[in-house]
Every structure is written in C-alpha cells, then in structure tokens.
C-alpha cells in the first residue's frame, strides 16, 4: 500500500471550490484597455494538514488574522483566463503542499514519494471539465 502524502488531501471537490474563489476574486473577466494596467489581486492557498484543509484567502495578506498551516502565494488578474486561474491554482497548492511536506520531512529536498505536481494539476484540469 502506497503511503499518503499532502497531496492527497487535494481533491477535485477541492478544486472546484477554490477556482470558483479565484475566479470571485479576479471579478468578471475583462480585457483592460489600451492604457489600462490590470489590477492585480494577492491570494493565497491555506493548507492546514491536521485537517487535510484547502482555504482561500484575497486581498492583502496583512488581515490574515489566521497564521496557521502552510502556504502558498500569488495573484490573479481581471484579464486571467479560466486557464490561467487553473494554473495559478495548481502553483498555490502546489507551493503549500510543498512548504508542508518540508517542514513535515525537517528537509528543503524533501519529495513527495506518491503523488506530483503533475497529478495535482490533473485533479484541477478534471474539476474544470466537471463544471
């Protein structure tokens, strides 16, 4: 039997609920003009492992009141496409699963010996053909 891993703990159910998130956060869809610059909006993914948790969290990072758990950080844009949030979802968790199973392992080069990036991006890509 292959032992867990965090990524794991990231299912399609999670997937579908955080890109739903990301796509409130980035706002409807819009190109910008010509001389517009496209807003940018910080997020992050909280992963909280005693839970096996995925949260998101927009805006300015410094209301976070919560500091638990592991994460992973960025930001979207009004002209991201559906795509686009999918891979920025993917780097969010990844990142946290990531900084996880590091601290977890007491290791920088810790590898997760089961799941990959790879298969969390399957997950992601399966929620959006769900939808």
Known sequence: MEAKTHYDAFTQEDALCLLAQLRD????????????????????????????????????????LDHCGYWGAGSVCADDTDEQLAGILVDLVDEAIENAACDLAGSDDYNTPFQTREQLAAVVRAAQGGE
């Open 25 to 64: 956060a980035r706002g409807p869809r819009r190109e910008p003009t010509p001389n517009e610059v496209p807003t940018e909006v910080d997020v992050r993914v909280q992963y909280l492992p005693t839970n096996d948790v995925f949260l998101l969290h927009s805006g300015n990072a410094c209301y976070d």
